[in-house]
């Protein structure tokens, strides 16, 4: 088993009917993934080092050359590693980027794992936005950032990783535990059968438990 090897990331679980054949064209990754680097698969304990952070929609996500990801079309990224470290960076780039892409079904196709729950996300996704189409804006607010991580547990297969986020100062700390799994040669956010995102969202009083974790951390 190549553990980082590339993938093509694409699956064909794409509901029948008119616009079935345009769904799946949409949900096939361009280019295969490259061969990555890492090959340290314990659960970190520290931050993970050699990641660099960008700018989405507010909000600072992390990468890394050797874990992942590598390849960014638009609003999806894909292309990590089969490690822990890719699974945690697969978490806070994918669970940010399906909370604020508008570009969110394609997103769907192409990072959240198959099967009734990512029906059910899309469902409840869809209610939202025509929701959201027909109320008042209510304004941006403060974009909460990533602070720190907790594992749960870790397979090659599949991963929990808890994710902590606040805003400035620690005024507010609010955590989420999430599910990843490798599906067809990628990390994909496995979401609830309610459609939800995280199977636990909780406010959070400190860091104690978790690994301090943000961009220009040390």
């Not at 822990?84 to 959240?112: G, H, V």
Request: charged residues 15%; proline residues 6%.
């Amino acid at each position: 088993m190549d553990d980082c090897g590339p993938g093509d990331d694409s699956d064909t679980d794409v509901a029948a009917g008119p616009s079935s054949a345009s769904l799946l064209l949409s949900a096939a990754p361009a280019t295969p993934c490259p061969a990555l680097g890492a090959k340290d698969h314990g659960v970190p304990a520290l931050a993970p080092a050699g990641v660099t952070w960008s700018l989405y929609h507010e909000s600072l996500l992390p990468m890394s050359e050797s874990a992942g990801s590598v390849r960014a079309e638009g609003d999806v990224v894909r292309c990590f590693a089969r490690t822990p470290i890719a699974a945690l960076l697969a978490t806070a780039q994918i669970s940010a980027r399906y909370s604020f892409s508008d570009n969110w079904k394609l997103l769907m196709e192409r990072s959240l794992a198959p099967g009734p729950e990512r029906d059910a996300a899309r469902t409840v996704r869809a209610s939202a936005e025509a929701a959201a189409a027909t109320s008042q804006p209510s304004g941006t607010g403060t974009v909460m950032q990533l602070v720190a991580f907790k594992f749960v547990s870790y397979t090659d297969d599949a991963a929990a990783v808890e994710l902590m986020r606040g805003t400035d100062g620690d005024l507010q700390l609010v955590s989420a535990l999430y599910t990843v799994k490798w599906v067809n040669g990628g990390w994909r956010l496995q979401v609830q059968a309610s459609g939800a995102q995280a199977s636990m969202v909780q406010k959070e009083s400190s860091l104690s438990g978790f690994t301090p974790w943000q961009a220009g951390g040390s």
